[in-house]
């Protein structure tokens, strides 16, 4: 397969200080939107397939390492070094809830069905608190033994996955009893946790290596070795391409049934934290050190005119060689 040249990203600029992480809605009846978090500590919320900027939550007085929207983009997350994780109405940009912890919060999740939230940290704990009532006392689930760096809800709220900040695996949380039912083994801290939008794949990130799991049998189907330690990885809708990004500051593109790298986009000056495809697969993000999110393109300008006259020329010379074939056994000669 032919790699695609060199690209000219849309740059956002905005945040002042490293960006963390990144995240998409889903599509709305507004479009789609992208969330970041940064070490700046304003979260903000962008136009996801323009990049243009729509608003920044203000209120924290730390660094923001995680932010998200809920499903239908009505309300925002973030988690803070503030030791704060708070909820913000994303229309108007107001705080609604803020939930106080005792240590820094490294992630923060909205459930599903957007009714909790739950947050983890240097706590070693992962918390859930009912939005329906902010004040009562979160459910608490025990056992981590060291910080926790990323925490999702998946299985229809029914499971939370969570890895830790400096020892390897992946804890699945049972939310009914609230204690952890499975441990997926990895040698490195797992740096990136991503879930499908069918929730059939998660793809992780550890030390240099992606793994792609299916989640029906929690088995790794597919796993590539990278030659730089590698943070971050998104898997695009249709399961045929993978991004990956890490130390080496460029945003690299693989086909994702024979892990052969089709593109490698040059353009952050300094390490790539997080990457992600736009729910349309239409483009993907990255996040990184300098400060910027560069969104880029699937397809370059050009390149879908040019496979659309290829296939034309080809449908042309296919007709040409029928009417060659027919015009023969009219003549009557072979």
Not at 82 to 100: C, H, K, L, P, Y
Not at 172 to 195: A, C, F, G, H, N
């Amino acid at each position: 397969m032919a790699r695609r040249g060199q690209q000219v990203p849309l740059v956002c600029h905005g945040h002042s200080r490293p960006i963390v992480e990144i995240s998409y809605s889903i599509v709305t009846e507004d479009g789609y939107f992208l969330m970041s978090a940064s070490k700046d500590g304003k979260p903000m919320i962008r136009d996801g397939e323009s990049g243009d900027w729509i608003g920044t939550f203000e209120g924290h007085k730390g660094a923001v390492w995680s932010a998200c929207l809920n499903k239908p983009a009505t309300h925002a997350l973030s988690a803070s070094a503030d030791f704060s994780a708070r909820v913000w109405n994303a229309i108007t940009g107001d705080e609604m809830f803020s939930f106080q912890h005792k240590h820094i919060v490294r992630t923060a999740h909205f459930s599903q069905d957007s009714h909790y939230v739950l947050t983890g940290g240097m706590e070693k704990i992962i918390r859930i608190y009912d939005l329906s009532r902010p004040e009562a006392d979160p459910l608490v689930m025990e056992g981590s033994s060291t910080g926790i760096r990323i925490g999702l809800w998946f299985d229809n709220d029914n499971t939370i996955l969570s890895a830790s900040q400096d020892v390897g695996g992946i804890r699945l949380w049972d939310t009914r009893t609230l204690q952890p039912v499975r441990m997926l083994d990895t040698p490195e801290p797992v740096t990136s946790i991503e879930v499908s939008r069918d929730g059939q794949m998660m793809t992780t990130t550890d030390g240099k290596d992606i793994k792609f799991w299916d989640t029906n049998k929690w088995e790794v189907v597919k796993s590539y070795s990278m030659e730089y330690l590698t943070e971050t990885a998104s898997l695009n809708p249709e399961k045929t391409k993978f991004v990956a990004g890490g130390e080496d500051m460029w945003v690299r593109i693989f086909d994702f049934e024979t892990g052969e790298e089709l593109e490698c986009n040059k353009g952050h000056h300094g390490p790539v934290h997080c990457v992600r495809f736009a729910p349309d697969g239409e483009s993907y993000s990255s996040g990184s050190e300098d400060g910027t999110i560069r969104i880029w393109s699937t397809t370059v300008p050009g390149e879908e005119e040019e496979t659309a006259n290829a296939e034309f020329n080809n449908g042309v010379n296919v007709a040409a060689k029928q009417v060659e074939a027919l015009s023969v056994d009219a003549n009557g000669t072979a």
